[in-house]
């Protein structure tokens, strides 16, 4: 079945500092790819998509390339700043004919320091 | 545009008692989530309703779960009788059916049972 693989957290980071959390997937097809982020006390918020081979998401100077060839979705910003601080999931929805469920990687902790 | 609403926000209950979750969608959304997010998860799917029929239940425990969206808009997830490692925060999510938003659930903030 589809799976998704998340970089282990906790990360600190200090404030301008650049940020990749890593996500690889197991997905039959071609799944719509997400990043959704949690800040304390509140639900998940959709930060950015991409839905096919090569596209970028991006949204809040954070991004995000679909790479079929390595099945990533890795996440990046050049400079963080303390209001990142969050709990971030990479997440895959199955292509067409398959099970279109969305699938959570387990989460990575991001804590920015001034 | 409202978002997706739930409540209680926080229920404390004892091992083998009852609870309730309530989720409103977003208006016009015709599929409703409800996923179960243990601490230090990533959230698991328990139930897809389309309108207000269910579309996929694979991961609902029936023996104890159970939920329902009888006029297609706002849903109840139950538990009966609950259990300890029921403690989770409760995520409803909605999304449209058709259009270009069609990838994109959005998620309500959530309930979080705490079993003793």
């Known amino acids: 079945g589809d799976s998704v693989t998340q970089m282990e957290g906790p990360v600190t980071l200090s404030e301008e500092a650049f940020l990749t959390i890593n996500c690889t997937y197991t997905a039959t097809g071609y799944p719509s790819l997400f990043w959704y982020v949690q800040y304390p006390g509140e639900g998940l918020q959709l930060l950015l998509k991409a839905t096919k081979a090569d596209d970028k998401g991006s949204n809040k100077g954070f991004e995000a390339t679909y790479r079929k060839e390595t099945t990533s979705f890795h996440l990046e910003k050049g400079s963080v700043q303390v209001s990142d601080s969050a709990v971030y999931f990479c997440?895959?929805?199955?292509?067409?004919?398959?099970?279109?469920?969305?699938?959570f990687g387990s989460g990575t902790q991001l804590t920015v320091l001034p | 545009e409202a978002g997706v609403a739930q409540s209680p926000r926080y229920k404390i209950i004892e091992k083998r008692q009852s609870v309730a979750f309530w989720c409103n969608p977003i208006s016009g959304h015709a599929t409703l989530y409800w996923y179960q997010q243990i601490l230090g998860q990533g959230p698991k799917l328990l139930i897809q309703?389309?309108?207000?029929?269910?579309?996929?239940d694979s991961q609902l425990p029936k023996d104890r779960f159970s939920a329902e969206r009888l006029k297609g808009v706002d849903s109840t997830l139950k538990i009966q009788p609950a259990k300890l490692e029921d403690s989770a925060v409760y995520l409803c999510?909605?999304?449209?059916?058709?259009?270009?938003?069609?990838?994109?659930?959005?998620f309500g903030p959530g309930t979080r049972l705490t079993v003793l």
């Open positions: 999510a909605s999304r449209m059916t058709s259009g270009g938003a069609a990838d994109t659930q959005y």
């Open positions: 309703f389309q309108n207000n029929g269910v579309v996929d």
């Open positions: 997440a895959l929805r199955g292509s067409p004919g398959s099970a279109r469920q969305l699938t």
